[in-house]
């Protein structure tokens, strides 16, 4: 059975930083690409950042320069890095796994996601 679980959101401040992570499990997913998207309120699901087997990564221009994508193989883990905070980031972040080798911003690419977690940032 897949499972993808997130984990790390919470209240922050702006300016601040917040890692959240992402760990999956049910079959190896070294070879998998791996995404985050967000869901704010009011607002549809947008893509985050994705990064492939290799290690390529990809950001959508509203993060750039303040979140990091990264993952360990041997974990399945993903990782968000996401520094200097601004209250539109607040949302649910999902962590999605799509078993093409390549990297995909949009959702129905992505096999497998997860629950999701909420990042507030309070202004």
């Known amino acids: 059975q897949v499972q993808v679980v997130e984990s790390g959101g919470g209240l922050v401040q702006a300016g601040g930083s917040l890692r959240l992570s992402c760990a999956a499990s049910?079959?190896?997913?070294?070879?998998?690409?791996m995404g985050w998207f967000r869901q704010g309120p009011g607002k549809e699901r947008e893509f985050v950042a994705a990064?492939?087997?290799?290690?390529?990564?990809q950001y959508a221009d509203s993060v750039k320069g303040r979140f990091t994508i990264s993952r360990v193989h041997g974990k399945n883990s993903v990782y968000l890095q996401m520094n200097s905070l601004k209250p539109e980031d607040t949302a649910v972040y999902s962590c999605?796994?799509?078993?093409?080798?390549?990297?995909?911003?949009?959702?129905?690419?992505?096999?497998?996601w997860g629950q999701g977690t909420q990042v507030t940032v309070s202004s």
């Open positions: 990064i492939d087997w290799s290690g390529y990564t």
């Open positions: 999605a796994a799509d078993s093409s080798f390549a990297v995909h911003t949009t959702a129905r690419h992505y096999d497998y």
């Open positions: 049910g079959r190896t997913f070294s070879t998998y690409s």
